[in-house]
């Protein structure tokens, strides 16, 4: 049963608001297993690398004409950090095709064929040691790389869809908490004790079969999402049958009259290409302040921390950096879950600001701790504490705020193809750092994080001076804030109209 229902008003008239009914939370839970292997799989290649790379070693080995001879440590360093960055490549590859594949496909159908490449990679990376193949291992995390970036779009898509409306940002928040409670179990499970022996290490991939099952056999028990249905399919009376699952009221002439507004506004303003946008002055902007935000993100340097934070403990001189690592996940969740709360409450702008600032403050701390370690040993707790508190702004500021921004910065026709750009922007950025990071610490040494000190701190500086606050403003207001930043804009406006008629996209979104 709902847990909402009909509330009495004034001359006895009712007003009918749907709850969470049990259908509801089946979805949303279904959907969000996609989420938890997403984040899973960045978790899951940190704790065992020693053990993996000896693997890979015993590999070449057994391999090698002669039966001896250990693999040569510069082509180990390539091959683990293609093993880690391959991931990223797979997720580029995937999330520029995530808005054809759920048109194509409906949401509830591209999920469940997308577990078949979850299956596909498990499968190989599981048996890459008894197969004596680390060729297996990289392919499998390319293929779940392909996974988790159409189930980064396909998720918050399915579930935002769903939602009712005066819960769909508590429902949304979910895609991101569910990621980071992957990252940590992955990290748990990593531990020795449990599948990070260089016995059971192969069962941590094997584990990744599990979400993948049970999301698939309970996908056919969730509706599609009501707005596919009606405005993209135009099947009204099945997508009527599927809002009085979701919200178990028999009237749902409300919710149907939203979907039509929103399909009237969805024709009204056609679809703008990638192209066009970066052609358009009225798009060039808002565009440069969403791909500025993902590198924000991702080159910050916390994916250094999620991919090589063990490495990074042990070099701090932490006497146990596996505990250490999963201290970070425990961090990393609870900052999640405090930043759904601060979100709503304060602007995107000023959480944004906050998190970066942090941040940097952080990462010299982090490097004065590294760099000191050897003659004040005590330090180590520095260095533990400062990676603690990289990964809390992190969840304040870059984490969650750039997807909020992008999706506010555009309307309906361009939101696509910009969503599409934010995430190709943030997949080849977490690529960058996935290969390059190893190389680039042995190189600066205990230093590597001045230069995301520096980053962050160009990054502060850019959203300081060019990042609008969206937070309660329609996409009139963000994008007149835009052309006030930039008065040419003001007198051209007649100019770009006719230019977007002429690309054929709206003169104003």
């Given at each position: 049963?709902?847990?909402?229902?009909?509330?009495?008003?004034?001359?006895?008239?009712?007003?009918?608001?749907?709850?969470?009914?049990?259908?509801?939370?089946?979805?949303?839970?279904?959907?969000?297993?996609?989420?938890?292997?997403?984040?899973?799989?960045?978790?899951?290649?940190?704790?065992?690398?020693?053990?993996?790379?000896?693997?890979y070693n015993e590999s070449w080995i057994s391999r090698s004409s002669s039966g001896s001879g250990s693999i040569d440590p510069g082509l180990?360093?390539?091959?683990?950090?293609?093993?880690?960055?391959?991931?990223?490549?797979?997720?580029?590859?995937?999330?520029?095709?995530?808005?054809?594949?759920?048109?194509?496909?409906?949401?509830?159908?591209?999920?469940?064929?997308?577990?078949?490449?979850?299956?596909?990679?498990?499968?190989?990376?599981?048996?890459?040691?008894?197969?004596?193949?680390?060729?297996?291992?990289?392919?499998?995390?390319?293929?779940?790389?392909?996974?988790?970036?159409?189930?980064s779009g396909l998720v918050p898509m399915y579930v935002g869809e769903i939602s009712p409306t005066h819960l769909r940002g508590a429902l949304?928040?979910?895609?991101?908490?569910?990621?980071?409670?992957?990252?940590?179990?992955?990290?748990?499970?990593?531990?020795?004790?449990?599948?990070?022996?260089?016995?059971?290490?192969?069962?941590?991939?094997?584990?990744?079969?599990?979400?993948?099952?049970?999301?698939?056999?309970?996908?056919?028990?969730?509706?599609?999402?009501?707005?596919?249905?009606?405005?993209?399919?135009?099947?009204?009376?099945?997508?009527?049958?599927?809002?009085?699952?979701?919200?178990?009221?028999?009237?749902?002439?409300?919710?149907?009259?939203?979907?039509?507004?929103?399909?009237?506004?969805?024709?009204?303003?056609?679809?703008?290409?990638?192209?066009?946008?970066?052609?358009?002055?009225?798009?060039?902007?808002?565009?440069?302040?969403?791909?500025?935000?993902?590198?924000?993100?991702?080159?910050?340097?916390?994916?250094?921390?999620?991919?090589?934070?063990?490495?990074?403990?042990?070099?701090?001189?932490?006497?146990?950096?596996?505990?250490?690592?999963?201290?970070?996940?425990?961090?990393?969740?609870?900052?999640?879950?405090?930043?759904?709360?601060?979100?709503?409450?304060?602007?995107?702008?000023?959480?944004?600001?906050?998190?970066?600032?942090?941040?940097?403050?952080?990462?010299?701390?982090?490097?004065?701790?590294?760099?000191?370690?050897?003659?004040?040993?005590?330090?180590?707790?520095?260095?533990?504490?400062?990676?603690?508190?990289?990964?809390?702004?992190?969840?304040?500021?870059?984490?969650?705020?750039?997807?909020?921004?992008?999706?506010?910065?555009?309307?309906q026709g361009p939101r696509p193809a910009a969503m599409a750009i934010a995430g190709f922007t943030n997949w080849t950025s977490n690529f960058?750092?996935?290969?390059?990071?190893?190389?680039?610490?042995?190189?600066?040494?205990?230093?590597?994080?001045?230069?995301?000190?520096?980053?962050?701190?160009?990054?502060?500086?850019?959203?300081?001076?060019?990042?609008?606050?969206?937070?309660?403003?329609?996409?009139?207001?963000?994008?007149?804030?835009?052309?006030?930043?930039?008065?040419?804009?003001?007198?051209?406006?007649?100019?770009?109209?006719?230019?977007?008629?002429?690309?054929?996209?709206?003169?104003?979104?």
């Amino acid at each position: 049963m709902p847990s909402g229902g009909f509330q009495p008003i004034e001359g006895g008239q009712q007003v009918v608001r749907s709850g969470v009914t049990k259908t509801l939370v089946l979805s949303v839970f279904t959907a969000i297993l996609g989420s938890f292997q997403f984040g899973y799989n960045i978790g899951v290649i940190n704790a065992p690398q020693k053990i993996i790379e000896q693997s890979y070693n015993e590999s070449w080995i057994s391999r090698s004409s002669s039966g001896s001879g250990s693999i040569d440590p510069g082509l180990l360093r390539t091959l683990w950090s293609l093993s880690v960055a391959i991931f990223s490549i797979g997720g580029m590859v995937s999330s520029l095709s995530v808005g054809v594949v759920s048109q194509w496909l409906g949401r509830k159908r591209a999920m469940v064929i997308n577990n078949v490449f979850a299956f596909l990679a498990g499968s190989l990376m599981g048996l890459s040691q008894v197969c004596q193949s680390y060729e297996m291992m990289i392919v499998g995390r390319f293929l779940i790389g392909v996974y988790s970036g159409l189930a980064s779009g396909l998720v918050p898509m399915y579930v935002g869809e769903i939602s009712p409306t005066h819960l769909r940002g508590a429902l949304g928040t979910l895609h991101q908490l569910s990621l980071v409670i992957g990252i940590l179990v992955a990290q748990v499970l990593g531990l020795e004790m449990f599948l990070g022996s260089s016995s059971r290490w192969p069962a941590l991939f094997w584990v990744t079969l599990i979400p993948a099952a049970v999301q698939s056999l309970m996908l056919p028990f969730c509706p599609e999402s009501p707005r596919f249905l009606y405005i993209v399919c135009e099947q009204e009376a099945q997508a009527k049958k599927s809002l009085r699952r979701f919200t178990g009221l028999l009237d749902v002439t409300n919710d149907l009259s939203d979907m039509k507004e929103e399909k009237r506004q969805m024709d009204s303003e056609p679809k703008v290409s990638i192209l066009q946008i970066f052609r358009s002055r009225n798009y060039r902007q808002p565009i440069v302040v969403a791909i500025i935000l993902q590198l924000s993100q991702q080159l910050s340097g916390i994916n250094a921390i999620f991919y090589y934070s063990t490495d990074i403990f042990s070099k701090a001189g932490v006497e146990q950096p596996i505990y250490a690592t999963i201290g970070a996940g425990i961090v990393n969740t609870a900052f999640t879950v405090v930043s759904l709360f601060l979100i709503e409450r304060a602007g995107r702008r000023t959480l944004h600001l906050l998190g970066l600032a942090g941040m940097i403050v952080c990462a010299l701390l982090m490097t004065v701790a590294m760099a000191l370690q050897e003659t004040v040993p005590t330090l180590s707790y520095l260095s533990m504490a400062a990676i603690f508190g990289f990964v809390a702004f992190f969840e304040i500021g870059p984490g969650p705020i750039p997807w909020f921004i992008v999706a506010e910065l555009f309307s309906q026709g361009p939101r696509p193809a910009a969503m599409a750009i934010a995430g190709f922007t943030n997949w080849t950025s977490n690529f960058i750092i996935g290969m390059g990071f190893q190389y680039v610490a042995d190189l600066c040494g205990p230093y590597v994080f001045l230069l995301f000190g520096a980053l962050l701190f160009a990054f502060l500086i850019f959203t300081y001076l060019r990042v609008p606050e969206t937070r309660g403003r329609s996409f009139d207001e963000i994008s007149h804030g835009f052309r006030k930043r930039n008065p040419s804009l003001l007198d051209q406006e007649v100019k770009a109209s006719t230019e977007m008629e002429s690309l054929g996209g709206p003169d104003e979104a």
